[in-house]
């Protein structure tokens, strides 16, 4: 056996402590590079827990992740950034775009830190790296508001007696309790677990009942048992008057998450006060099905013998309640309404009697949360903007027949009508004015309007005068049968005609602000309340 000697024996040991020693600094970077690692991870966790404390309270947010990051141990960081501004979850847009610093309303923080990382085998011999985190959290603002959702006045029993068609039932509010009606708040989720009772349904949660229908009687009986005093008696009185006219829950309320909850379980936590006699006006307005209903105005109106009004209520857009609670871009819309007025005029033509057909189609409005913001210790409750685009309003001079009243697949026909057709004399008349907005008109709710419950409208910016007298600005009259004996031209004819009833445009613009009010509407205009802003944990973004 060969034997090593001397000189080979001391190789063989610095080779060993060679080697021992590449391991021992291969083993030493390894020890540096994990502690790295996990010093990095858990900065990530301190950052990412900064940003969700902040996100709570972005006015405090500096102040809240400077204390988040020294309780984690990561006070000496060199850089701590906090940035707060608004986030947008816009799949469309590139995820570096998505948070964009200062924009408001705020309703994401941004925190980001980096120190020297700490190295146990390796001081000494190289500078320690800068490790780094960040982390981006945003809080979703919810909102509970609704679109044209009140009757504005009694309207001298026009209410009664249009609402109550509508609702299928008898409708015979006297002052006081059509007062006490308007003035009564109901929460929403109580209003809808004491309608599950009186529906005797086994929904498990608040989207199981809104799938299903209920009936004005049954409507009026769950807010029955909300109330005291007037608003009781008369609610119990609608109830006992019959069922009604059904409508589809959903069409009414669009709970958004708020749907999952427990029937009878625990507080939304945010405010959904809304008024008795809203709910009651919004089921009559989105009953199922295009309803016809019909009622006389007479007496009491200047320069008018008779007023027979026709209205018709369309179908509301799916997808969408009268009162909903979401996120920015939840939606709400109005139903669409049709309206056919025969006028009887006291004035005469030559003796004769002028029949004056006219007619107004209201497509639905439409109202969009895009901003809100959350509650804080200056704003208790919160902020929101509203874009509103108020309804088309197709208003003209002619008839149309019921079946085309009740067609809304079809936009009604602007065809002459016979005002005069008396021996010698036929006047053939039309006209036709539209309203549109063609730009969303914003509505800024500050905490103090949520708090008053104040209601704002939106107004078309076109709409200078008055509708019916912008009506008359297109009149057109012909005159097929004149009769020279008449001693009258058809330019003679029109002025005369103008002279009638300019003014009478004060009168039917009155009736017709009557009729809609009755239903929570308005020509060119939309009215949006909101209750309330609520705030849920924030989430991480980024």
């Known amino acids: 056996m060969r034997r090593f000697g001397s000189n080979e024996s001391g190789n063989m040991a610095m080779l060993f402590a060679l080697a021992f020693s590449l391991f021992g600094v291969v083993a030493a970077i390894g020890v540096d590079s994990a502690a790295l690692y996990h010093e990095r991870r858990m900065m990530q966790a301190a950052v990412d827990l900064a940003a969700l404390t902040a996100a709570s309270h972005p006015e405090d947010a500096a102040a809240l992740a400077a204390l988040v990051m020294a309780d984690a141990g990561f006070d000496d960081a060199t850089s701590l950034l906090v940035t707060t501004g608004r986030y947008e979850p816009d799949p469309d847009l590139d995820p570096a775009d998505r948070f964009v610093a200062g924009a408001t309303p705020i309703n994401a923080v941004a925190v980001s830190a980096q120190r020297p990382g700490r190295l146990y085998f390796g001081r000494g011999v190289s500078a320690p790296p800068m490790i780094g985190a960040r982390g981006l959290a945003m809080i979703e603002p919810h909102v509970s508001f609704s679109v044209g959702s009140g009757l504005a006045s009694l309207s001298n029993g026009i209410a009664n007696t249009l609402l109550g068609q509508l609702l299928g039932t008898t409708l015979s509010l006297s002052l006081v309790q059509y007062n006490a009606l308007a003035n009564a708040r109901v929460d929403a989720l109580d209003f809808l677990s004491a309608l599950a009772f009186e529906l005797g349904v086994t929904a498990l949660t608040y989207d199981d009942l809104l799938a299903s229908e209920a009936s004005a009687g049954e409507v009026a009986a769950a807010l029955s048992t909300l109330v005291t005093g007037a608003e009781k008696t008369a609610l119990t009185a609608i109830a006992l008057a019959g069922n009604g006219n059904d409508v589809s829950l959903d069409k009414l309320f669009d709970l958004g998450q708020l749907g999952r909850l427990s029937l009878n ?254 239903l929570g509407l308005g020509i060119g205009e939309a009215d949006v309340r909101v209750y309330g802003v609520q705030c849920s944990k924030p989430v991480l973004v980024g």
């Open 265 to 518: 379980g625990t507080s939304a936590g945010v405010a959904m006060d809304l008024s008795v006699l809203d709910i009651l006006s919004a089921s009559a307005m989105l009953a199922d099905g295009n309803r016809q209903v019909g009622l006389s105005l007479s007496g009491g109106l200047p320069g008018i013998a008779n007023i027979t009004a026709s209205l018709v209520v369309g179908e509301p857009a799916q997808g969408s309640g009268w009162f909903a609670f979401g996120p920015s871009g939840v939606v709400l819309r109005t139903a669409q309404v049709r309206l056919r007025l025969e006028v009887k005029l006291l004035g005469t033509l030559k003796g004769n009697v002028i029949h004056l057909p006219v007619w107004l189609d209201l497509a639905h409005a439409e109202a969009q949360v895009v901003s809100a913001s959350c509650p804080t210790v200056d704003e208790p409750f919160g902020s929101a903007e509203v874009a509103v685009l108020p309804g088309v309003a197709d208003l003209a001079i002619g008839q149309v027949s019921d079946a085309q009243l009740r067609n809304f697949g079809a936009p009604l026909p602007v065809v002459p009508a016979t005002l005069v057709d008396v021996l010698l004399l036929r006047l053939n008349v039309s006209a036709h004015v539209e309203v549109e907005q063609a730009t969303p008109i914003m509505l800024s709710f500050t905490s103090d309007d949520i708090e008053a419950g104040t209601k704002k409208t939106a107004r078309t910016t076109g709409l200078l005068t008055s509708l019916t007298q912008s009506l008359l600005g297109t009149l057109d009259v012909k005159a097929p049968i004149l009769g020279g004996l008449l001693g009258l031209s058809l330019n003679g004819l029109t002025a005369l005609l103008m002279g009638l009833l300019t003014p009478l445009t004060a009168t039917l613009d009155s009736v017709l602000d009557a009729l809609l009010s009755a």
